[in-house]
């Protein structure tokens, strides 16, 4: 069984069109994440939630919107896609322990090509 | 979180011991020294953490020194299967959320 899971493996869209990624993790993880990952690979957080709530969203356009309809599932939608939207997007989970030392489990990666 | 540096790049002979450095010599006393590593095209993959003393699993070991000013990450005999970027990372105790990657040592493997 995969712990982190994220469809699909691979995006090609066109520029202005609207996608989503799907994450779902059956860890029983009560914090999701997105990162994402550009062409010289640095990995960057975008939105963290922790039971079903926001509680981290670094500088990403609006045009992103993460979707939590349950705990185990973390959605990222893109609205109005740019070029500079190309990149890897990875979800990771993990169980808040209150101590800093929770360990994030990745997915595999969604790789989104924007033409 | 402090900021950690590692050398860009390292080749290791394969079944011999691969030795990670990583100098993260602003660390603050509740920050936890982290090792992720990124297989080719594959998700970030949790390695190793310690505070203070040193630690293994059955992936790796981690040396911190005695002033928390550096670590060595031991991979103690490298595979093929274990090159990738390795990342290591200095985290917040008690803190929810993200991890902040440096741009990580690629360890090559080599035969």
């Known amino acids: 069984d995969t712990a982190v899971s994220q469809t699909p493996k691979y995006l090609v869209t066109q520029m202005g069109n609207d996608k989503s990624i799907k994450c779902e993790q059956n860890?029983?993880?009560?914090?999701m994440y997105w990162y994402k990952q550009d062409s010289k690979k640095f990995l960057k957080i975008m939105f963290s939630y922790n039971n079903k709530e926001l509680i981290i969203n670094e500088t990403v356009p609006n045009r992103f919107s993460p979707k939590s309809p349950d705990k185990a599932h973390l959605n990222l939608h893109i609205n109005s896609l740019e070029l500079g939207d190309s990149a890897v997007y990875f979800c990771a989970s993990s169980r808040y322990s209150g101590t800093g030392t929770d360990t994030q489990y990745f997915g595999p990666g969604t790789r989104l090509t924007v033409l | 979180d402090a900021k950690t540096t590692q050398p860009t790049s390292m080749d290791c002979a394969e079944g011999r011991a691969a030795n990670l450095p990583c100098n993260h010599s602003?660390?603050?006393?509740?920050?936890?020294v982290y090792w992720y590593r990124q297989i080719h095209s594959q998700g970030p993959q949790y390695i190793i953490h310690g505070l203070k003393n040193n630690e293994t699993n059955e992936m790796a070991s981690l040396i911190i020194t005695e002033d928390r000013k550096s670590s060595t990450l031991i991979l103690p005999h490298a595979t093929l299967r274990d090159t990738a970027v390795y990342y290591c990372i200095a985290r917040r105790g008690g803190s929810q959320g993200n991890l902040i990657f440096g741009k990580g040592t690629k360890l090559s493997v080599k035969p």
């Open positions: 602003t660390i603050s006393g509740n920050e936890y």
């Open positions: 860890l029983g993880h009560d914090t």
